[in-house]
């Protein structure tokens, strides 16, 4: 059973950066894409990035385009979110999730391990 765990996580100013890592235990994460996942506070969780078993990356929305970044080491059982340029809206609780196919996909649902999130305060 994939189990993974995010770290990372903290408080930083605008502009600044943070790198988020979910490392992955029980299974190989290389046989998953995986996703990040972002929820700000009263909201529902939306996706952010996605990268497919060889390394195809997905961005699910404008707003983090060219300022987030999502890799994989899969020596390490790890995928990576980079922060970069850091805004208020991106304050929230960051979650990692897997699924058991090679590419990625829209569907928050076809995720079918969760991690249990990691939470970025983003403030002066």
């Known amino acids: 059973q994939l189990q993974l765990v995010e770290s990372g996580g903290g408080l930083v100013q605008p502009g600044g950066s943070l790198t988020l890592s979910c490392v992955a235990s029980?299974?190989?994460?290389?046989?998953?894409?995986v996703g990040w996942f972002h929820q700000a506070p009263g909201k529902d969780r939306e996706r952010v990035l996605c990268?497919?078993?060889?390394?195809?990356?997905?961005n699910f929305g404008d707003s983090v385009k060219g300022r987030f970044t999502i890799s994989r080491d899969n020596g390490k059982n790890t995928v990576y979110l980079q922060m970069n340029n850091v805004k208020p809206e991106d304050t929230g609780a960051y979650y990692c999730?897997?699924?058991?196919?090679?590419?990625?996909?829209?569907?928050?649902?076809?995720?079918?391990?969760w991690g249990q999130g990691t939470q970025v305060t983003v403030s002066s």
């Open positions: 999730a897997a699924r058991p196919f090679p590419s990625c996909s829209i569907y928050v649902r076809s995720y079918d391990y």
């Open positions: 029980g299974s190989i994460l290389a046989n998953f894409a």
């Open positions: 990268i497919s078993r060889t390394g195809d990356t997905t």
